[in-house]
């Protein structure tokens, strides 16, 4: 899995790539997700949705919730989870 290896950040590749497929988001809306937006302990992610689609709550699938943790070792004063 080139994700996991070949890049510069690869645990933040790897998730973004795995929330992008598993909740279908766009790269707006993967660019868009806070660390607020990121529940660990109830396992679940809140999408705000582009084009008019309905925003809403995501659980977490096997794995993710992993790949979040691994991902979530930014700064506290940002709260972007993924930076455009």
């Given at each position: ?17 795995l ?19 990121i ?46």
């Open positions: 899995m080139a994700a996991k290896s070949a890049t510069r950040n690869p645990a933040r590749d790897y998730c973004a790539i929330l992008m497929f598993r909740h279908g988001l766009r790269a707006s809306e993967l660019i868009g997700l806070k660390l607020s937006d529940s660990l302990e109830l396992r679940e992610v809140y999408v705000r949705r582009a084009k008019g689609s309905d925003s809403g709550v995501h659980p977490f699938h096997n794995g993710e919730s992993a790949a979040e943790r691994e991902t979530m070792n930014v700064p506290a004063e940002v709260d972007t989870l993924f930076a455009s």
